[in-house]
């Protein structure tokens, strides 16, 4: 949640004496926000809590499944909420070299872990040869917004204390604990042939005013197939139960659960703010699980 400086409630203001207060620092003004995980452009670190019950209980009313995938895994932000599921097979993939080869060595405690992170390493970072865990942790963790290598973060903090590094550091080893029963891959969702498997899809949206667009290159961004991506899920769907978050489906796909949300406070000052005002823009978007027409019952919630 964001709160406005000029408004802090008791809370907050308890809770900014307890710690050194997490800021953002935009356009003037400061917001409040709450520590929650490995920065993430696109990622679900706030959300995945509330989405990792839905999970749970579409995965225990569906005996005949065995086993839990998530093919566009990211900063884990929902899938360190679904480790604890009662399977030993639990497989996180995602397309991203880096990030995968650091999930990794975080998981079996062989990364090595920064201290500080300077510009200048920063920028070296981005030169070496992938696949790379230091890369990701600095493409990722040190860049504004969790936008890989998008710009040196620790540059917007007009002055304030906010240390990326540390940050980052904090959400891995709070992390690593519970994805030691994880299996991670590294492939192009195409590539993946998953028979009876729970399937979480967190895809690049397709429909947002400010799409987002990701690389694993640090020179060009890659487009995303919205339609083959649908067509891939109806695939999978006749053999797994396949669930997908995004804002609107194709008229086969049913909408088994949705919240609103407010846009997170890592997004980046462009996708934030409207052109014409230096306001955070209010708009929210609504968060929707969704499944093919065919599995709607099994994906039914009990509330
Ligand atoms: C919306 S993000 C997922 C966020 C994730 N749920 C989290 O909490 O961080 C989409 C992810 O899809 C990955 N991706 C994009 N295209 C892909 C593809 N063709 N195959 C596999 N992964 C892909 C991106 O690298 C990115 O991590």
Request: charged content about 30%.
């Amino acid at each position: 949640m964001l709160q406005k400086n000029a408004t802090l409630t008791r809370n907050a203001q308890n809770r900014s004496k307890m710690k050194r207060p997490n800021i953002a620092v935009t356009q003037g003004e400061i917001y409040y926000r709450e520590i929650v995980g490995m920065k993430y452009l696109g990622g679900k670190q706030r959300l995945g809590k509330h989405l990792a019950p839905v999970l749970h209980e579409i995965w225990e009313n569906n005996e005949d499944l065995n086993g839990y995938l998530e093919p566009f895994c990211g900063s884990l932000g929902v899938l360190k909420n679904m480790t604890d599921i009662d399977t030993k097979n639990i497989q996180a993939n995602d397309y991203h070299a880096d990030l995968i080869q650091m999930w990794k060595e975080v998981k079996v405690g062989t990364f090595k872990y920064p201290t500080s992170i300077s510009e200048k390493e920063y920028l070296e970072a981005k030169q070496m040869k992938s696949p790379n865990a230091h890369k990701a942790f600095v493409g990722f963790g040190m860049s504004f917004g969790g936008r890989y290598f998008g710009a040196y973060s620790q540059k917007y903090l007009n002055g304030k204390k906010e240390d990326f590094c540390k940050e980052m550091v904090n959400s891995l080893t709070r992390t690593a604990p519970k994805i030691q029963n994880v299996k991670f891959t590294n492939k192009d969702y195409r590539k993946l042939t998953p028979k009876k498997k729970l399937i979480y899809c967190d895809p690049p949206y397709a429909y947002n005013k400010y799409p987002i667009k990701y690389r694993r290159e640090v020179k060009k961004y890659d487009t995303f197939d919205n339609e083959e991506f649908w067509e891939v899920m109806r695939k999978w769907s006749k053999n797994n139960l396949v669930v997908v978050s995004e804002t609107t489906a194709p008229d086969d796909f049913v909408e088994v659960w949705n919240q609103k949300r407010y846009r997170s406070a890592a997004q980046s000052a462009k996708t934030r703010f409207s052109e014409k005002s230096d306001k955070p823009s209010e708009t929210h978007t609504v968060e929707k699980l969704f499944v093919h027409k065919s599995n709607a019952k099994r994906a039914q919630l009990d509330n």
